[in-house]
């Protein structure tokens, strides 16, 4: 049997699965994708014994983080439906250790899509949530893709002016574009919400990374996204962020995160070189150095835009609790301490 | 008072009869009535008069407030004048409470030492003194008392002063002599921390209770002597005494195992805690070792109980004491990365625990602990580290400044976390995690604790006067461990010391070397030569006045200077310590 699942198992490439859901649905988000893969790697796989799936499951987590540049948001989404396995076959009862597998199974993968399904819906809960923070006459800063904030923030703008439309302004922060390497025809992230947002009438300034410190002064709210919740209640989230918060910070504006309940992360980064990926961010050279790599650039020319690509689209950074105001998720509004409790919550 | 008391007559028949009910009835809060007036007058004059004298004063100053409102209206008395009258005997109740609280703590404080100066000086004018000596303090106590003698009641005022003069005036006399002995030891204990010392720490097995089993009277002597010392050792051993007692136990006739077994258990922990003060965790162990005999039937045959039991114990020191701190250490020793300098505070054991473990997977740090009086108990964490192959900086506490500079993490031990996320530990560890947090340098140093949740308390600490512990003041004198070398054998101080002697021999005559010698050493506060090593300066500190000792145990480092608490049930921000607690008493 175990020969058999392995064959099986073979032909289906977690990580090619992980990329072709994340590129095919654009709404998706990291963890939903990875649970999403794994209920795929479950339905593929027929395992027939309840340590044989969480072996596999296991395996498929591990290769697939080892895969990914960045496997922070990834790995909430995959320890959640870990924990969410060992919860439900640890239940006495029919779906327990010693009922049919067949019938876990069944139930394990149903329970897998219903979760995918209210993880999707979750983001209408949060704009819901989240759009009492956006008060008539206020300016909104908010930066990078989050598909939470543009939601929120589309929600707030209302149906076409309707008696429960908001009027406020929204000054976005954009970086350069992705991956620059392969030329200027891509936009920034972002574009797309811009374009969205002013098609819904809410007039959108859009202003380089360097014109925060500078334009935070007329901004009365800072709404971002995030990669990941960790522990402490801290964020972490594309590159940029920490400075934004520590700004808004230094002038008293409220920061709020945006973010499902389902990034929530077992991770207690200290700061911000305590994160568990490499990132070389900070690179120092000395004309030697950037010699060597030229003449390796020139020997294999193929390589280096996937060196290039993660470094400049995938970086993060963390942001400290103290410098976040409040969380708005799916669960409510949390503040930073409140993180922890409802990890906690979700893990005992 | 020759000038007072003239005064005092004549208002008194109008303000002493009418006036002073009324004003006591229209406000309770300013005390006016007559009795608070004297005793306050009478508080003034001997501010650090004991309790009884106070209480005599005040009832002489009731019992002269009570004919007052009988004068004005004679035998019958309204149920409204009742009520007035059990008022004034509420304010003036308060108002006497009130003013022993404050006689307390100025009988300790140095003011108290000064105040009897002047009033034996002023001792043969003994009334006189009484009365003006009130009214030159009296604005000291606030304008409403003022004018309340002014107004109120002067003519009781001078009666119950001069009775009060009388009684002042005696006790003055014995405050000098009689009652000077339990004075001096009031003396001696530091007045903020005054409600910390309890009864001297037990130095014998004399007199434990005959129920007391050997196990824990052994236990008791070890933790009082800090040979069993640190919060989890002691729950630990603990544990195991009392495993030991329950199998030494058998049931009385006529009662049950789970009824009887919790009141022998008290007599034990009654022992313990008068060798020293439980800690948080012995607490915590207790009372789960309590619910679970209360939770035996009491149906059940003994020998199938006191297993139980025994299991109970051993697997209450597993989950929670020996894997945990596995875990702890294990999750804990992920924080330390390759170049890191860990700094950490005195001994724990699990932060020993993690440094091992993180060295035996090959990480490449340094260590720096910093330790400090009298306990010493970061030299064994030196040693041990040492001995294992780790870089070790040992330094004490006044070098936090120099050994933060360096630091890249900061790993402290717990005695308790408190429910406001607040690290209650060995004392000196505040001071570590301030210098990490507010380091001059910018980069902050993160401060991760280790903590087993069986450490987790329900109480709340603001500050680390209210809860703490306070140990043998004499314990800052006897650990002398500096060997001099310019001690006793050096040369140069021998003839120092025979220099000293000639000196004794010629000036004082017939003194013996080893007399002047030891004189020498006494006088070495002045001479400056060498007698350090023979006695401190601090011996003898008890019969010196204005000289307080203050050997404290613990205190409280504020949540914001906690970066993290790791525990057993994963890394948590100090804030989440509640929440913890709440879920590991439940399960």
Same mark, same amino acid.
């Given at each position: 049997?175990a020969?058999?699942t392995s064959?099986?198992?073979?032909?289906?490439?977690?990580v090619?699965?992980?990329?072709?859901?994340?590129r095919?649905?654009p709404?998706?988000?990291?963890?939903?994708?990875?649970?999403?893969?794994?209920?795929?790697?479950?339905t593929?796989s027929?395992?027939?014994?309840?340590?044989?799936?969480?072996?596999?499951?296991?395996?498929?987590?591990?290769?697939?983080?080892?895969?990914?540049?960045?496997p922070?948001?990834?790995?909430?989404?995959?320890?959640l439906?870990q924990?969410?396995?060992?919860?439900?076959l640890?239940?006495p009862?029919?779906?327990?250790?010693?009922?049919?597998?067949?019938?876990?199974?069944a139930?394990l993968?149903?329970?897998?899509?219903?979760?995918?399904?209210r993880?999707?819906?979750?983001?209408?809960?949060i704009?819901?949530?989240?759009?009492?923070?956006?008060r008539?006459?206020?300016?909104?800063?908010?930066?990078?893709g989050?598909?939470v904030?543009a939601?929120l923030?589309?929600?707030?703008?209302?149906?076409?002016?309707?008696?429960?439309?908001?009027?406020f302004?929204?000054i976005?922060?954009?970086s350069?574009?992705?991956?620059?390497?392969?030329?200027?025809?891509?936009?920034?992230?972002?574009?797309?919400?811009?374009?969205?947002l002013r098609?819904k009438?809410?007039?959108?300034?859009?202003?380089?990374?360097s014109?925060?410190?500078?334009?935070?002064?007329?901004?009365d709210?800072v709404?971002?996204?995030?990669?990941?919740?960790?522990e402490?209640?801290?964020?972490v989230?594309?590159?940029?962020?920490?400075?934004?918060?520590?700004?808004?910070?230094?002038?008293g504006?409220?920061?709020?995160?945006?973010?499902?309940?389902?990034?929530?992360?077992?991770?207690?980064?200290?700061?911000q070189?305590?994160?568990?990926?490499?990132q070389?961010?900070i690179?120092?050279?000395t004309?030697?150095?950037?010699?060597?790599?030229?003449?390796?650039?020139?020997?294999?020319?193929?390589?280096?835009p996937?060196?290039?690509?993660?470094?400049?689209s995938?970086v993060?950074?963390?942001t400290?609790?103290?410098?976040?105001?409040?969380?708005i998720?799916?669960?409510?509004?949390l503040?930073?301490?409140?993180v922890?409790?409802?990890l906690?919550?979700?893990?005992? | 008072?020759?000038? =007072?008391?003239?005064? *005092?007559? !004549?208002?008194?028949? &109008?303000a /002493?009869? $009418?006036a @002073?009910?009324t004003?006591?009835?229209?406000s309770?809060?300013?005390?006016s009535?007559k009795?608070?007036?004297?005793q306050?007058?009478?508080?003034?004059?001997?501010?650090s008069?004991?309790?009884?004298? =106070?209480k005599?004063? *005040?009832t !002489?100053?009731?019992? &002269?407030? /009570?004919? $007052?409102? @009988?004068?004005?209206?004679?035998?019958?008395?309204?149920?409204?004048?009742?009520?007035?009258?059990?008022?004034a005997e509420k304010?003036?109740?308060?108002?006497r409470?009130?003013?022993?609280?404050?006689?307390?703590p100025?009988?300790?404080?140095?003011?108290?030492? &000064?105040?009897p100066?002047?009033k034996?000086?002023s001792?043969?004018?003994a009334?006189?003194?009484?009365g003006?000596?009130g009214?030159?303090?009296?604005p000291?106590?606030?304008?409403?008392?003022?004018?309340?003698?002014n107004?109120?009641?002067?003519?009781?005022?001078?009666t119950?002063?001069a009775? &009060?003069?009388?009684?002042?005036?005696?006790?003055g006399g014995s405050?000098?002599s009689?009652?000077?002995k339990?004075?001096?030891?009031?003396d001696?204990?530091?007045?903020?921390?005054?409600?910390l010392y309890?009864?001297?720490?037990?130095t014998?097995v004399a007199?434990?209770?005959?129920?007391?089993?050997?196990?824990?009277?052994?236990?008791?002597l070890?933790?009082?002597?800090?040979v069993v010392?640190?919060s989890?050792?002691?729950?630990?051993?603990?544990?195991?005494?009392?495993?030991?007692?329950?199998?030494?136990y058998?049931?009385?006739?006529?009662?049950?195992?789970?009824?009887?077994?919790?009141?022998?258990?008290?007599?034990q922990?009654?022992?313990?805690?008068?060798?020293?003060?439980?800690?948080?965790?012995?607490?915590?162990?207790?009372?789960?070792?309590?619910?679970?005999i209360?939770?035996?039937?009491?149906?059940t045959?003994?020998?199938?109980a006191?297993?139980?039991?025994g299991?109970?114990?051993?697997?209450?020191?597993?989950?929670?004491?020996t894997?945990?701190d596995?875990?702890?250490?294990s999750?804990?020793?992920?924080?330390?990365?390759?170049?890191?300098?860990i700094?950490?505070?005195?001994?724990?054991?699990?932060v020993?625990?993690?440094?091992?473990?993180?060295?035996?997977q090959?990480?490449?740090?340094r260590?720096?602990?910093?330790?400090s009086?009298p306990?010493?108990e970061?030299?064994?964490?030196a040693?041990?580290?040492?001995?294992?192959?780790?870089?070790?900086?040992?330094?004490?506490?006044?070098?936090?400044?120099?050994a933060?500079?360096?630091?890249?993490?900061?790993?402290?031990?717990?005695?308790?976390?408190?429910?406001?996320?607040?690290?209650?530990?060995?004392?000196?560890?505040?001071?570590?995690?301030?210098?990490?947090?507010?380091?001059?340098?910018?980069?902050?140093?993160p401060?991760?604790?280790c903590?087993?949740?069986v450490?987790?308390t329900?109480?709340?600490?603001?500050d680390?006067?209210?809860?703490?512990?306070i140990?043998?003041?004499d314990e800052?004198?006897?650990a002398?461990?500096?060997?001099?070398?310019?001690?006793l054998?050096?040369?140069?101080?021998?003839t120092?010391?025979?220099?000293?002697?000639?000196?004794?021999g010629?000036?004082?005559?017939g003194k013996?070397?080893?007399?002047?010698?030891a004189?020498?050493?006494?006088?070495?506060?002045?001479?400056?030569?060498?007698?350090q090593?023979?006695?401190?300066?601090?011996?003898?500190?008890?019969e010196?006045?204005?000289?307080?000792?203050?050997?404290?145990?613990?205190?409280?480092?504020?949540?914001?200077?906690?970066?993290?608490?790791?525990?057993?049930?994963?890394?948590?921000?100090?804030?989440?310590?509640?929440i913890?607690?709440?879920?590991?008493?439940?399960?």
């Open positions: 049997m020969a058999a064959t099986s198992a073979k032909p289906f490439d977690i090619a699965t992980y990329n072709e859901l994340l095919s649905d709404d998706l988000t990291m963890p939903i994708a990875a649970i999403e893969a794994l209920v795929l790697l479950l593929h027929p395992s027939s014994t309840i340590s044989e799936t969480l072996d596999l499951l296991e395996k498929s987590t591990a290769h697939l983080k080892q895969s990914i540049p960045n922070i948001g990834l790995s909430a989404g995959t320890d439906f924990r969410y396995l060992i919860t439900t640890q239940r009862g029919q779906l327990g250790p010693a009922g049919d597998f067949n019938a876990i199974r139930h993968l149903s329970n897998g899509r219903l979760f995918i399904r993880a999707k819906e979750s983001r209408d809960k704009a819901a949530f989240g759009r009492g923070f956006v008539d006459g206020s300016t909104v800063l908010t930066n990078g989050s598909r904030v939601s923030l589309q929600q707030a703008a209302g149906e076409k002016g309707g008696p429960s439309a908001v009027r302004r929204v976005y922060v954009l350069p574009a992705k991956g620059d390497v392969e030329g200027s025809s891509a936009e920034p992230e972002g574009m797309e919400t811009v374009r969205a098609e009438g809410v007039p959108v300034a859009t202003i380089p990374e014109a925060v410190a500078y334009s935070l002064g007329k901004a709210v709404i971002v996204g995030a990669e990941g919740v960790v402490n209640g801290g964020i989230s594309r590159m940029g962020t920490y400075q934004i918060g520590l700004l808004a910070k230094a002038m504006k409220p920061f709020y995160v945006v973010a499902e309940s389902h990034k929530f992360v077992r991770l207690y980064p200290l700061g070189y305590d994160l568990p990926i490499e070389r961010v690179d120092f050279k004309e030697e150095d950037v010699a060597d790599e030229a003449t390796q650039q020139q020997q294999q020319a193929q390589p280096t996937n060196v290039k690509s993660p470094d400049s995938d993060v950074d963390y400290p609790p103290h410098l976040i105001s409040a969380l998720t799916d669960s409510g509004v503040t930073p301490s409140a922890s409790e409802e906690i919550k979700i893990w005992f | 008072m020759t000038s =007072s008391t003239p005064t *005092a007559p !004549s208002p008194s028949p &109008a /002493a009869g $009418a @002073a009910p004003t006591s009835t229209a309770t809060a300013s005390p009535s009795p608070t007036k004297q306050s007058s009478s508080q003034s004059q001997k501010p008069k004991p309790a009884n004298k =106070s005599d004063a *005040a !002489s100053g009731t019992a &002269a407030g /009570a004919p $007052a409102p @009988a004068d004005g209206a004679p035998a019958q008395l309204t149920p409204a004048e009742l009520k007035k009258r059990a008022k304010a003036a109740r308060r108002a409470e009130r003013a022993e609280r404050e006689s307390g100025a009988g300790g404080a140095p003011a108290g030492a &000064a105040t100066g002047k034996d000086g001792g043969s004018a009334g006189s003194t009484g003006g000596g009214s030159k303090q009296l000291r106590r606030g304008s409403a008392q003022n004018t309340s003698q107004g109120g009641g002067g003519s009781v005022s001078g119950g002063a009775a &009060a003069g009388g009684l002042e005036k005696s006790g405050w000098g009689g009652e000077s339990s004075k001096k030891a009031d001696k204990n530091v007045a903020v921390f005054g409600h309890g009864q001297q720490r037990r014998t007199g434990a209770g005959k129920e007391v089993h050997p196990a824990v009277l052994a236990l008791g070890q933790m009082r002597d800090y010392c640190g989890s050792a002691r729950c630990v051993a603990t544990l195991l005494a009392f495993k030991r007692v329950i199998e030494a058998t049931t009385p006739m006529g009662t049950s195992l789970p009824r009887h077994l919790t009141t022998y258990l008290s007599h922990i009654t022992y313990l805690s008068t060798c020293r003060p439980l800690s948080i965790s012995q607490g915590n162990a207790i009372r789960a070792l309590k619910l679970a209360s939770s035996i039937d009491p149906s045959p003994e020998a199938e006191k297993a139980f039991l299991e109970f114990i051993d697997s209450f020191i597993r989950e929670k004491i894997v945990a596995q875990v702890i250490a999750s804990a020793a992920q924080k330390i990365q390759d170049g890191d300098v700094v950490t505070f005195a001994g724990s054991s699990i020993k625990q993690t440094l091992l473990l993180a060295h035996k090959g990480k490449k740090f260590v720096s602990i910093i330790d009086r306990l010493f970061g030299k064994s964490l040693r041990t580290l040492a001995n294992a192959g780790l870089d070790v900086q040992y330094s004490l506490v006044h070098g936090i400044s120099h933060i500079k360096a630091a890249s993490k900061v790993f402290l031990g717990a005695h308790a976390m408190t429910s406001n996320g607040r690290l209650y530990s060995r004392v000196g560890t505040a001071l570590v995690a301030m210098s990490a947090k507010e380091r001059a340098g910018g980069v902050e140093v401060v991760i604790v903590c087993e949740t450490k987790f329900d109480r709340v600490a603001l680390s006067i209210v809860v703490n512990e140990a043998d003041a800052l004198i006897t002398e461990p500096m060997q001099q070398l310019t001690g054998p050096d040369p140069a101080a021998v120092a010391s025979a220099a000293d002697a000639k000196k004794g010629g000036g004082g005559g013996s070397a080893a007399a002047a010698a004189a020498a050493a006494n006088a070495a506060a002045e001479s400056n030569t060498l007698a090593s023979v006695s401190s300066p601090l011996t003898g500190w008890k010196s006045a204005n000289l307080q000792l203050l050997n404290i145990m613990y205190d409280v480092t504020p949540a914001e200077y906690v970066d993290m608490v790791v525990t057993e049930m994963g890394s948590l921000p100090p804030s989440a310590v509640p913890v607690h709440r879920m590991s008493t439940n399960l």
